[in-house]
C-alpha cells in the first residue's frame, strides 16, 4: 500500500469534506506529475470501503490503463472495464474504469440505472463540459463528481466554475518545485524570431493547421539551433501537424540528432516510445500525441513548437518533463521569440505564475539575458518589482484613504501586508463566490478591522474570513495592528506574531505614540 505525500493526504481530505459538507462536484487541482491518480486511487478506495460504487472516466485508453494500474498498486483493489465489448453491468467489482466514449452511447448509458454509481472521478477534468462528458454525468445525477486536472488558468476556471460547485484544493507548480517533488526549470530564450503574427484561430486557440504552415521556413534554423542545446539530452519536441513532426524528425537526423517520431497511426508506437526511454533515440517528435498519458521521467529537455493560448495544455506539454530521475537536476525548456500582435500567448512564464505583471516581468528577464534562467530564481525577483510596485501605489491610494479618516484596514492593504498572492490576485469563479457578501460576514470582516465595503463578492469574503481565523490560531498579527503600525512606516507587519505586535503598540503608547529614538521602523522586525 502507497504512503501518500503530505499533500496528496490534505488533498485527499479535503475533497472528502467538500463532499460531505453537500458540494457535489468539487476540483482537485495538481500539476503533472504529483500523483493525480493516486490521490483520487485513494479517494475511490474511501469511498469503496463504505459501501460506495466508483466510476473513473477517461477519454484515452492510456488514461484508462493508467487509472487501473494505480488503483491496484497503490489500494490494492481491483477495477473492470467498460469500453468497447468490456462492460461493467452484473460485476461484484466496486469500481468501473470507462470510456467516455463507450459510456455516452445513448443504449449503452440508459442500461445503468441512474443511482448505479455513487462516485464519479472524471480524469483530465478540463474535457467534461463537452457533449459526451455531460450525457454521462447527467445521467447520474446523484453521485459525488471529482474533477481532476492540472494547474488551469483563470479562463479554464471559469469555464469549469459553470459546473462544479466548489475547488477543494490546489497544489502548484512553484509549491511542488520548492518541496522537491517536481524538478527546477531552466528557461533558456533561442534568438529566433518565428512570425506567427497571421496565423488564424480556431475553437479558441491558435490554428494548427496555420501553425504548421507559419513554420515551415524555420524548421531547418530550429534543428540547427537545437544541436547546441540538445545533444546529449533526453529531448520532446512538441508540434502542431504530424506532416510538420515527421519533417523535423528528418532534419534532426540530418544534422545528427537521433531521433524518432510518434502520431496516432504510428503501428509500433509503443516500441518507438520503450526505444526512446532506453536511450536508442535522443529526440522524440510528436504532433500533440505525448501530452496526456505518457511518463518518461528521465526527460529533460522539452521544445514546444506549437505555441499555444491555453496554460493548461502549455502546461501538461512542459508537465512532461518535470519529473524526478537519478542524475536530473533541471529541465531546460526551449523557448523561441514568437512575434504575434497577441498579448496571450503562452510563455515559460505561464507554469508558475498566473498573476500577468509577474509573469511579464519573468518574460523580460528572459528576453534580456542570453543564458537560461531559473524559473523559480526568476519569479521571486518579479514578486518583489510587483510588489515594491504595487506598494507604492498602495501608498498613493492610502493617502487618499487617510484624509476620509479611515479607522479600517482596506482588504487590499491587508493582502499586501500578509503576502497573500491568492487575496491580491482573487478572481470569483464559481455561482457562490460571485454573489454579493451576507450580512453576516461583513459585520465579522468589521469587527476583525476589515474594511467591508472593499469587499465586493461572497467568494472573497470567504477567503478573508478564512485567513483572519487562521492567522488567529497561528498567533499572527490582527488588521488593526497592522493597521495602527504600517501607519509609523513599519513594513512587513503582517508576518509578525501578535505577541510582538502588541509590544511594539505598547512602546508606543508608553512614548506618546511617539517612534522611540534611534528605532529605524523601515527595516525593523521583531
Known amino acids: 500500500m502507497m504512503t501518500l505525500r503530505p499533500y496528496q493526504a490534505e488533498a485527499k481530505e479535503a475533497v472528502l469534506k467538500e463532499w460531505g459538507q453537500g458540494h457535489k462536484r468539487t476540483l482537485l487541482v495538481l500539476p503533472t506529475g504529483t500523483g493525480k491518480t493516486v490521490v483520487f486511487s485513494s479517494v475511490v478506495e474511501n469511498q469503496v470501503r463504505n459501501g460506495g460504487r466508483a466510476l473513473i472516466m477517461a477519454h484515452r485508453g492510456e488514461l484508462l490503463d493508467q487509472a487501473a494500474d494505480k488503483l491496484r498498486d497503490a489500494c490494492g483493489l481491483d477495477s473492470v472495464l467498460e469500453k468497447a465489448e468490456s462492460s461493467s453491468l452484473g460485476s461484484s467489482t466496486s469500481v468501473t474504469v470507462g470510456s467516455v466514449q463507450s459510456l455516452a452511447q445513448e443504449k449503452r448509458l440508459a442500461r445503468f440505472p441512474s443511482d448505479y454509481f455513487t462516485d464519479i472521478i472524471v480524469d483530465e477534468a478540463h474535457h467534461c463540459l463537452s457533449e459526451s462528458y455531460q450525457r454521462v454525468l447527467c445521467h447520474f445525477p446523484g453521485a459525488n463528481i471529482l474533477g481532476v486536472t492540472a494547474t488551469p488558468d483563470r479562463g479554464d476556471m471559469k469555464n469549469l466554475g459553470q459546473f462544479f460547485d466548489s475547488k477543494a484544493y490546489e497544489y502548484t507548480m512553484t509549491q511542488a518545485i520548492r518541496e522537491k517533488y517536481l524538478c527546477p526549470v531552466k528557461a533558456q530564450m533561442i534568438p529566433l524570431e518565428l512570425d506567427i503574427a497571421d496565423v488564424g484561430i480556431s475553437n479558441g486557440d491558435y ?48 544534422y545528427g540528432l537521433s531521433a524518432a517520431e ?9 516500441e518507438i516510445l520503450r526505444d526512446f526511454e532506453s536511450g536508442e533515440y535522443e529526440v522524440l517528435c510528436n504532433s500533440m500525441l505525448l501530452t496526456e498519458g505518457w511518463d518518461c521521467p528521465a526527460v529533460d529537455c522539452i521544445v514546444c513548437l506549437r505555441p499555444t493560448k491555453v496554460r493548461s495544455l502549455y502546461q501538461q506539454m512542459v508537465g512532461r518533463g518535470m519529473r524526478l ?122 469587527k476583525r478591522g476589515i474594511y467591508s465595503s472593499s469587499v465586493e463578492n461572497m467568494g472573497k469574503a470567504s477567503l478573508l474570513i478564512d485567513r483572519l481565523v487562521r492567522r488567529q490560531e497561528e498567533g499572527l498579527s490582527t488588521p488593526k495592528q497592522i493597521r495602527c503600525l504600517e501607519r509609523y512606516g513599519f513594513r512587513q507587519v503582517g508576518t509578525w506574531a501578535f505577541e510582538d505586535a502588541g509590544k511594539m503598540i505598547s512602546r508606543l503608547a508608553a512614548n506618546n505614540w511617539r517612534v522611540p529614538y534611534g528605532l529605524n521602523v523601515a527595516s525593523y522586525r521583531p
Open 207 to 254: 490554428s494548427a493547421g496555420d501553425i504548421g504552415c507559419a513554420l515551415e521556413p524555420y524548421l531547418d534554423s530550429i534543428a540547427h539551433e537545437m544541436l547546441r542545446y540538445c545533444k546529449g539530452r533526453k529531448t520532446v519536441v512538441f508540434l502542431p501537424l504530424v506532416k510538420t513532426s515527421q519533417k523535423f524528425c528528418d532534419l534532426l537526423n540530418y
Open 262 to 270: 510518434v502520431n496516432g497511426n504510428s503501428r509500433d508506437r509503443a
Open 325 to 446: 530521475f537519478p542524475g536530473k537536476d533541471h529541465l531546460l525548456l526551449l523557448d523561441f521569440l514568437w512575434m504575434t500582435e497577441r498579448h496571450d500567448l503562452c510563455r515559460p512564464s505561464a507554469i508558475i505564475s498566473k498573476d500577468e505583471e509577474i509573469a511579464r516581468k519573468i518574460d523580460e528577464q528572459m528576453m534580456s539575458t542570453g543564458e537560461g534562467i531559473d524559473l523559480i530564481d526568476a519569479e521571486e525577483e518579479a514578486e518583489r518589482d510587483v510588489l515594491r510596485e504595487r506598494e507604492e501605489a498602495l501608498a498613493r491610494e492610502l493617502a487618499l484613504m487617510r484624509k476620509r479618516k479611515l479607522q479600517l484596514v482596506d482588504p487590499l492593504q491587508y493582502a499586501l501586508s500578509i503576502a497573500a498572492e491568492d487575496l491580491t490576485n482573487y478572481v470569483p469563479t464559481f455561482a457562490w463566490e460571485m454573489a454579493p457578501p451576507s450580512e453576516k460576514q461583513l459585520q465579522f470582516l468589521e
